[in-house]
């Protein structure tokens, strides 16, 4: 059978550009998201190849590491670099003697430690780059190297509309399959199946390593509890309450999530000028499909006719727009915006000094009244720039002079 044919990601330019920069590069993200398929094209048959997944090699890794770097030496490819932190100070040490920039590519999916021992024992000399899932157009192969989503004139038309047919099916079984190579790349037969193995693994591989839990059902409860809260402000009090878990254990799961790269909290955006606004974050699980494999929606039909439409195709557009930002390799500059007396703006992003306020909206006829809230940023003396109303329109349609109506299709 031949081999799937690879998809080009967007990242690539900005892993070329932090290899050429650094003697490290570390890419990280949850399971299952590419990094390894991504450097093995990109490092090709120049660049050696050792996965720590290979007990032998681990040990090696763990019991020797000045030998494990002689028998792999530079440039190298070190897979799952967290199975084996005793390497990092070696890496080091030949960073230090004049390792080439680019020398080094690790790999590795559980943040929460690895991060610690990496930018504690190679500070100012790794490149730290995050992979999510495929974005959309990454999985159609579809105006994939384009700069970051903004939603200026000038923006959208350099990134163009990658589906002008994009439509309520489209946007279904793009939140329906998600991100995940396998969902995307490769036909998946029973995608519940994908997804139930998926968690399994997670679970056993992950969870118990990180945090030790006993009772691994009462962390899959709170995985689905937030999944059911996507594109919703963070209660940590009632989502504990409702998992029957302490406030500080739900605390400590959340971050493993959040540092693993399955869920995201949109910080709020806030401002001196004002009190009035809500601090609480926004949480999205980044991957819907997985989101709705969770909650219990067995098609994309189901899925977009049930009561949580709208908040799965919010995470879906939300997640969209945050890959395109770290693409680039650079931190994304959004924000979520709500004040306490309900006026809400999905997101706001800021970029040169102007904020950009961008509304997510299931519905295919444009109201000019989705635009009233940005009026808002107006009163509290904000600087605004163009801002846009995503949804279901065929075309783009002027809705005032400072925002327009954007098909999905342009993310």
């Not at 993200?29 to 120049?46: E, Y």
């Not at 700069?147 to 439509?167: I, K, S, W, Y």
């Not at 997640?319 to 709500?338: D, M, V, Y």
């Not at 509304?359 to 635009?371: L, P």
Request: charged share 20%.
């Amino acid at each position: 059978m031949a081999a799937d044919p690879y998809k080009h990601r967007s990242i690539e330019p900005g892993v070329e550009r932090a290899s050429a920069q650094f003697p490290v590069l570390w890419i990280t993200g949850a399971r299952q998201t590419g990094k390894t398929t991504l450097l093995r094209h990109l490092g090709g048959a120049r660049r050696t190849y050792v996965s720590l997944d290979d007990p032998a090699l681990r040990d090696l890794a763990r019991s020797d590491p000045r030998l494990f770097l002689q028998r792999h030496p530079a440039p190298v490819l070190i897979d799952e670099i967290q199975y084996a932190p005793e390497l990092l100070p070696f890496v080091k040490m030949a960073v230090d003697a004049g390792a080439a920039r680019g020398a080094f590519w690790l790999t590795g999916s559980q943040q929460f430690h690895a991060m610690q021992g990496i930018t504690e024992t190679l500070a100012g000399r790794v490149a730290v780059l995050q992979l999510p899932g495929f974005s959309w157009r990454e999985s159609w192969s579809a105006g994939v190297f384009v700069p970051p989503f903004l939603p200026t004139a000038a923006r959208v038309a350099e990134r163009g509309v990658a589906d002008p047919a994009f439509d309520l099916t489209s946007l279904g079984a793009a939140v329906w399959n998600g991100g995940y190579p396998r969902m995307c790349v490769e036909p998946v037969a029973d995608a519940a199946l994908f997804f139930a193995s998926y968690l399994q693994t997670y679970l056993h591989r992950d969870v118990r390593d990180l945090l030790r839990v006993g009772d691994l059902s009462s962390f899959d409860r709170f995985l689905r509890a937030c999944a059911a809260r996507t594109g919703q402000l963070l209660n940590l009090s009632a989502l504990a309450r409702d998992v029957d878990v302490s406030v500080p254990t739900a605390k400590s799961w959340l971050s493993v999530l959040e540092a693993s790269g399955i869920v995201h909290l949109l910080r709020p955006y806030h401002t001196n000028r004002t009190s009035r606004l809500v601090k609480a974050p926004k949480l999205y699980l980044l991957d819907t499909g997985l989101a709705c494999h969770l909650t219990g929606w067995t098609s994309p039909t189901t899925a977009m006719a049930g009561a949580a439409a709208g908040a799965l195709v919010e995470t879906w557009a939300v997640g969209e727009i945050l890959k395109s930002w770290w693409a680039t390799g650079a931190e994304a500059p959004l924000h979520h915006f709500r004040s306490k007396d309900g006026v809400e703006i999905d997101l706001l992003i800021e970029v040169d000094g102007r904020i950009h306020p961008v509304e997510i909206k299931r519905s295919a006829t444009v109201r000019r009244e989705w635009a009233e809230p940005f009026a808002t940023l107006d009163r509290l003396g904000l600087p605004r720039g163009e801002g846009a109303v995503l949804c279901l329109a065929p075309d783009e349609v002027p809705i005032d002079e400072r925002t327009t109506a954007l098909p999905f299709g342009a993310l």
